[in-house]
């Protein structure tokens, strides 16, 4: 929390559709991370990125795209080919390979 | 590989002391966390410890390391109705941009 902050807080997504999810921060940290959270689970990585315009797979990228224009952005979109995406999204930033801190999530649900 | 273990839930009376266990599977160079989540918010970095160390204490709460069994305790003193949350160990090899979560405690404090 504090310098990091994601948007929409709620998000409803119709069939077919593609949504893509923001994630800012001013903590001036290098790394970025996408986490998916599921009831009952832990949290699942998704992609995570280490500098500006470079970005890797995590467990579980199938359906999801990132992109890292700016070092303060790393917005995540939800793509038709994600076929169970309802679940609670959380992005993380770390500075190089130092603790993570999250950001308050953004939910996702599919009508 | 790494893996984390917790047990799933704890029961306490407002007042008592809290444990919370962890057990990882990684013997080198790491970093061990303890995250905090309420309902619907994102994770709170409560505290961490490096490998080398055995006890940290800050304000109420108490992180304990026993290397030889790799297994990591927090204790929360004087629970309150606001420790009410789930709580996510979590190890991290010194080196790597990415941690290994636990599925989470969800600490129950009832009057």
């Known amino acids: 929390d504090g310098g990091i902050t994601q948007s929409p807080k709620y998000l409803f997504r119709k069939e077919g559709q593609n949504v893509t999810l923001s994630c800012e921060q001013n903590?001036?940290?290098?790394?970025m991370y996408w986490y998916r959270q599921d009831p009952g689970q832990g949290l699942r990585l998704i992609y995570y990125?280490?500098?500006?315009?470079?970005?890797q797979k995590g467990d579980i990228a199938e359906g999801y795209s990132v992109s890292r224009e700016k070092k303060e952005s790393f917005p995540l979109t939800v793509t038709s080919a994600q076929k169970n995406p309802t679940a609670f999204y959380l992005c993380?930033?770390?500075?190089?390979?130092?603790?993570?801190?999250f950001g308050p999530g953004t939910r996702l649900t599919v009508l | 590989g790494e893996d984390v273990e917790q047990s799933l839930f704890l029961s306490v009376r407002e007042g008592d002391s809290s444990v919370i266990n962890c057990t990882y599977t990684?013997?080198?160079?790491?970093?061990l966390y303890w995250y905090k989540q309420e309902p619907g918010a994102g994770l709170q970095l409560l505290t961490y410890?490096?490998?080398?160390?055995d006890m940290k204490q800050d304000q109420r709460l108490t992180v304990l390391l026993n290397k030889k069994d790799k297994h990591l305790s927090l204790r929360i003193a004087d629970t309150q109705t606001g420790d009410s949350a789930i709580y996510f160990c979590?190890?991290?090899?010194?080196?790597?941009?990415?941690?290994?979560f636990g599925r989470g405690t969800s600490l129950i404090v009832h009057p």
């Open positions: 993380a930033t770390g500075a190089s390979t130092d603790t993570q801190y």
């Open positions: 903590l001036n940290h290098d790394a």
């Open positions: 990125s280490q500098i500006v315009n470079d970005f």
């Open positions: 990684d013997s080198s160079s790491t970093y």
């Open positions: 410890i490096f490998s080398n160390m």
């Open positions: 979590a190890e991290k090899l010194r080196g790597s941009y990415i941690p290994t």
